[in-house]
């Protein structure tokens, strides 16, 4: 698609986005004014564009989207959906993709958080946490039942004591 063609086309679409006030996704973030992961991953695709890996199509249609007056900046959605669609994946897999790379983010999330002692709470900042408002803390007994030694004795072997196949001469 050529410039002003491309320039034309977008703004139609938006244009009908904004006349069924609908809304326009892979731009906006809940938190941030500008998405920070947005910037690395576009600025990739435009390498790989200006070494001729990809076409850059994909990226010059997201970067008009950008460039018009929308309310928001390009999330990370929008610029991962760039990557995909540049390297040749059909749109219906979008999803899929969208889902394994936020699985992978969680996770590591997640571990970071284990990693740091820290609740796992997800991707929310601290101060729009819900405050606990239920009972006062309470000491409670530490001895939780009985140690294995303070068991019966006639319990029988444990498992690791057990004849196994060797034992009676099996090959």
Known sequence: MAGTELVEVVSGVLAGYRGAKRYFPW???RFHPRDPR???L???VENAARDGVVEGAYLRIGLE???QPVPVPMNVDGATAIVYSELGFAPELGRGLFVLSRAVGVLAHAWKEHGEGRRIKGPIPPPL???YRGPKPRDLPTDRGPKPHDLPSDRGPEPRDLPTERDHGAT
């Open 27 to 29: 731009f906006g973030h």
């Open 38 to 40: 947005r910037d690395p």
């Open 42 to 44: 576009v600025r990739a």
């Open 65 to 67: 989207i950008e460039r």
């Open 129 to 131: 946490l819900p405050a």
